[in-house]
């Protein structure tokens, strides 16, 4: 009789862990699915801040991880290159290490991160490097491009 019981209280016990597991899987997807509407002015704002397509060169895409010590190192060479030549490069940042990044490190067939690719204007891509890449060096890529 005890033993009846034990086994009907960790059948339950796991049926409870099961169930809650999916309701709170589908819980929160379908809280990711809801889009939020932008208002007007805020997309108008975003629109007139960005290059127009036309203006841009280059863009330079970066694979890589927010805890990938040398894609931290990268940040401040993608953040300056974005400042200084934002008119003609467009920077990209893909955390390949979440569900949303990991799709565009499968696009690009990466191999390793950091990994830096970049698209001539028509989206093509041009160049490629693995590992930390010096502005200095990115700079002898970006004017080979046209951009000054």
Known sequence: MKRS???LIVLTVAGLGFFGV???NGAASKAKNVKKPVPEKQAAQKAAQEPK???I???FVE???VNCIPCKAMQPVMDE???EYGD???VVFHDVWTAEGKPYGQQYRIRAI???VFLDADGKEFFRHQGFFPKEEIMKILQKQGVK
């Open 53 to 55: 397509k036309s203006d």
């Open 22 to 24: 999916i309701s709170s």
């Open 57 to 59: 060169k280059v863009t």
């Open 88 to 90: 003609q490069v467009k």
């Open 5 to 7: 019981n034990l086994i």
């Open 114 to 116: 950091p990994t830096q």
């Open 81 to 83: 290159i974005g400042k």
């Open 63 to 65: 694979l890589g991880s």
